[in-house]
């Protein structure tokens, strides 16, 4: 590609209403000198300038340029800007389910489409000569990132890439990466602000500067203020004085009825402390939905509003132009009346599970300026531009799937990155709630997160059978293993190598000093503490198995005890006599319930009893024991002794007999070889064998070293392996009878191959063999929607896929989800014989509600459906905003089908499914 006129810089900054920035101006620089640019500056660093320049330049060439963002909700807020400064003629918009002039020279679209047009060699690409990728770090994302290393991989070598990244810590690592599979690209880090941000904790109403801004550093350290450490240490100790006074009557006047202890402020308290500061508009980031839902009705509930009487009206001007589609029958269901007045009092909630309309408002009232109070989740901090004052984190602790752990360093930078907005405020501030009961809160914690830079980016790049079989259909197996060497991925993996294998050389070195101390790698030293190894990991293995055994037998013993029995507990506290008060419930792990005859009365499990022998005797029990009371387990306590007065009972302490290991005819061998060989009976054994055992250690820390190395090198091409093998099998690819010169097969793919490469979708196998097996034939409109349902949904609250839907609302849907959860079944034992991770199992909580909408439309009814199933299916009741969501990903892979399906009745089916779906709240504000 020619490099652009030089005077192009100028030309496009004499358009800007400011001053580029020195990083600006570099980006911008590279771009003109036929360079591609990765560029990594913090959030609100104004990185998009230099996106902005390649539209331009690709203008003034008249050529075409894509700019891909990874949602749709950006590339729609892309899309208005470009078309605000170009004109809608000149600029198009794909996002999957909306097309917008899409043969204009400048295509706004998410990240997908491009990948999907890559692999279709769609006749758009002509021309292309730069493509913007916004957001790069997404590339990091867990479940979409991989689409990111794709399109940079397969763009023609023509293309410029201006690659834009919020702040990363190796930055230099993915350029190099960049530049190695993409020829000369400009890296460019900036990390300063464009706005200063400056870190506050709240203690109560009182605000405190984090750090002694005036009081100078320690190095470049900034230090904790000291009058903000001596404040919570005077908290603490008035709490300790309120803890020790009498508790007030009736538990009034403090925490469980504590008069002075200490608690956060409330919601209302925060923001008009925020307030009286001069610190709105503020972002509030709280770590739950329903958490965001609730600080908006606090602050409803009291007094509180931050709007005037012009600001009121032009807010529900605003609110009537976006809402006026809503159906007026829905408006209750979808909560709006209270959204609405929290929006007129200057107040709003934001997070995945609002009606989009409803968030993509407040998006517009808070860059307004109209809305001063925003409770978000994290995902506002995902590329959405709403930047405010002041960014509030209420908890620096999250749940992240598995398990609530503190913020990480990264997480706190691209949470406060919010504040500050440019060109309104000269400085944005970050404010931490103290909370006495959190220790990531103590000031010290804080500021390690606020001072630390550590955000690096790490690929998560894997094959996926969308994308090995448009590899085999383009390249060929040989070629696309090579594709797949290239990724971030394995250049990551690879450099993670070079100090595997660094480290592999240090243990060899090491190995022959130890091996010349004890004469070479042959010695007989080294035998001998091989076979001493060799005998204790016997030794060791049968421990292990006798333990197993013992255990199983106790097991036995437990569940086949019954009431009455007397037996002996072996071991503990609890050892002695016992009689059993109730037979084990579950035999998988079965815990009778016991009284001893120290009148301790509790559940005894495996290690409390041996199970040797069966029990001593019986004796006979009252029918109800109230074991709870101390003067009934005194009373039966002494009935046991008696009863056990005749029983020979043995030791309660006897110790238990460790495994024979006399039987075990290789031990003995082994044992008799350790005792002939010539280095047993040396007068120096113990220290020569000390090294040897030194040397082995030394060996296996090694051979360990080396299996890393192994799994590391070519590990993306080996899973590519894997689901070729898949593939074969299913008849997705067909091998060629004949073999390639260098003895290679040749593979091409079938029809059923060429279905599977248009399916776009996590489950996308899973999805082509229910079209080619007919699992979705003959269905009506409504059943392929709510079947359908059941690939793309995923229910919340990490309890795994809901329960099958066996009742489901007609027989035609009962069949058709059998058929569906047999094939995945199917599907994933497969994957677990080829050594594959297994495709997510199939989930059929939205079922019924898909099939509800799309046979009535009627939104009441069927976010009744959901409510109704959520105890039962589900751990969480469905959000109108997720009930948007889920119909867009069924409207999504609905439309592939449309396209895919290979008989046509199943194509009319889906494209009636469409209209049944995409209607009411699902038609409004499609973005």
């Not at 899409?102 to 493509?131: C, F, H, I, K, Q």
């Not at 598995?402 to 500050?420: D, I, K, N, S, V």
């Not at 005998?535 to 009455?564: D, N, T, V, Y």
């Not at 007397?566 to 002695?576: A, E, K, Y």
């Amino acid at each position: 590609m020619t490099s652009p006129d030089p005077g192009e810089l100028d030309r496009f900054a004499a358009q800007l209403p400011f001053t580029l920035d020195d990083f600006q101006r570099r980006g911008c620089q590279a771009l003109e000198r036929g360079h591609g640019v990765l560029v990594c500056a913090p959030t609100g660093a104004g990185k998009t300038v230099i996106g902005e320049f390649a539209v331009h330049l690709a203008l003034a060439a008249d050529r075409k340029c894509f700019y891909t963002t990874p949602i749709k909700a950006l590339s729609n807020q892309k899309h208005t800007d470009l078309v605000r400064r170009y004109g809608p003629e000149r600029i198009g918009l794909l996002t999957g389910d909306v097309s917008v002039n899409a043969d204009a020279p400048v295509v706004v679209m998410t990240t997908e489409v491009l990948r999907n047009m890559l692999y279709a060699n769609s006749p758009a690409l002509e021309g292309l000569s730069y493509v913007v990728m916004d957001e790069v770090h997404f590339l990091a994302d867990r479940m979409r990132g991989a689409v990111w290393e794709e399109v940079i991989l397969h763009l023609p070598e023509e293309v410029r890439l201006a690659s834009l990244s919020a702040t990363v810590s190796n930055a230099e690592e993915f350029g190099g990466w960049i530049q190695t599979v993409r020829g000369d690209t400009t890296v460019i880090v900036d990390e300063e602000r464009p706005v200063p941000l400056w870190q506050h904790m709240l203690v109560g109403r009182r605000l405190f500067d984090l750090f002694d801004y005036d009081g100078g550093a320690r190095g470049k350290k900034l230090l904790v203020d000291p009058e903000l450490v001596r404040h919570i240490a005077h908290r603490r100790e008035a709490d300790q004085l309120a803890d020790w006074r009498p508790r007030s009557p009736k538990g009034r006047g403090g925490h469980r009825g504590r008069p002075g202890l200490f608690r956060p402020p409330s919601r209302p308290d925060v923001i008009a402390t925020l307030d009286s500061e001069g610190l709105l508009p503020a972002i509030t980031f709280v770590f739950s939905r329903v958490g965001c839902d609730a600080a908006v009705k606090q602050c409803l509930r009291s007094s509180m509003r931050l709007t005037t009487d012009s600001e009121r009206a032009r807010i529900a001007e605003i609110i009537d132009r976006r809402c006026g589609d809503l159906p007026d029958a829905d408006l209750p269901v979808l909560g709006y009346y209270e959204w609405r007045e929290g929006l007129l009092r200057g107040l709003a909630a934001h997070h995945a599970g609002m009606l989009p309309i409803f968030r993509h408002t407040v998006e517009e009232l808070f860059t307004a300026g109209l809305v001063k109070a925003v409770f978000a989740t994290e995902t506002l901090a995902l590329g959405i531009n709403m930047p405010a004052r002041t960014v509030v984190l209420e908890r620096l602790v999250k749940f992240n799937g598995e398990q609530h752990a503190p913020l990480t360093p990264g997480e706190y930078t691209q949470l406060t990155g919010r504040a500050g907005r440019r060109g309104i405020d000269v400085e944005g501030h970050a404010v931490v709630i103290w909370n006495p009961m959190e220790s990531s809160a103590e000031p010290a914690e804080v500021a390690g997160l606020a001072s630390t830079r550590t955000f690096p980016l790490k690929s998560s790049f894997a094959p996926s059978y969308n994308m090995t079989i448009n590899l085999v259909g383009q390249m060929g197996p040989a070629q696309a293993r090579d594709l797949l060497e290239r990724s971030f991925a394995q250049y990551q993996a690879d450099r993670s190598v070079v100090g595997l294998v660094r480290g592999v050389e240090r243990g060899e070195r090491l190995l022959d000093e130890i091996a010349a101390e004890v004469g070479g790698r042959d010695s007989p030293v080294l035998d001998y503490a091989r076979l001493r190894a060799k005998i204790s990991e016997r030794e060791r293995a049968a421990a292990r198995s006798s333990r197993l055994q013992r255990r199983q037998a106790a097991g036995e013993a437990l569940a086949a005890l019954r009431r009455g029995d007397i037996i002996n507990v072996s071991s503990g506290r609890r050892g002695g006599l016992a009689v059993v008060l109730e037979a084990a419930r579950d035999d998988e792990d079965p815990r009778p319930l016991v009284l001893s005859e120290h009148r301790w009365a509790g559940r005894i499990s495996t290690a409390d009893y041996s199970g040797a022998g069966a029990p001593l005797g019986t004796m006979s029990l009252p029918k109800r024991v109230e074991h709870r009371q101390p003067r009934v387990r005194r009373d039966l306590a002494s009935a046991l002794r008696s009863a056990a007065a005749g029983l020979d009972v043995p030791s309660a302490r006897r110790k238990r007999g460790e495994p024979d290991q006399h039987d075990d005819p290789e031990l003995i061998a082994l044992r008799e070889e350790l005792r002939r060989h010539p280095v047993h009976a040396a007068p120096d054994r113990e220290d020569r064998v000390r090294a040897g055992e030194r040397y082995l250690r030394v060996e296996r820390e090694n051979a360990q070293l080396r299996q890393k190395i192994a799994a590391a090198t070519n590990s993306l091409a080996r899973t590519f392996d894997r689901i070729v093998g898949i593939l074969l099998e299913r008849g997705f690819i067909a091998a060629e009878s004949a073999e390639a010169a260098d003895g290679a097969r040749t593979l091409r793919v079938t029809d059923d191959g060429r279905l599977l490469a248009r399916i776009y979708s996590e489950s996308d196998l899973l999805v082509a063999e229910c079209l080619r097996t007919g699992a979705w034939d003959k269905l009506a409109p409504a059943e392929l929607a709510a079947v359908i349902s059941a690939v793309v949904f995923e229910s919340r609250g990490g309890d795994g896929p809901s329960t099958p839907l066996f009742d489901a609302p007609t027989a035609g849907l009962r069949r058709a989800l059998a058929g569906t959860r047999r094939l995945s079944g199917d599907l994933r034992a497969e994957e677990n014989r080829h050594r594959i991770a297994p495709s997510r199992e199939i989930d059929e909580g939205f079922v019924a509600t898909m099939y509800r909408w799309a046979s009535t439309g009627d939104l009441t009814a069927a976010l009744a459906v959901a409510d109704s199933s959520s105890s039962a299916t589900r751990p969480q009741p469905l959000s109108a905003g997720d009930f948007v969501r889920w119909c867009r990903q069924v409207l999504d892979l609905l439309d592939q089908v449309r396209i895919a399906a290979p008989n046509a009745e199943l194509r009319a089916v889906a494209k009636r499914a469409i209209t049944d779906v995409r209607r009411g709240v699902v038609a409004v504000d499609n973005t």
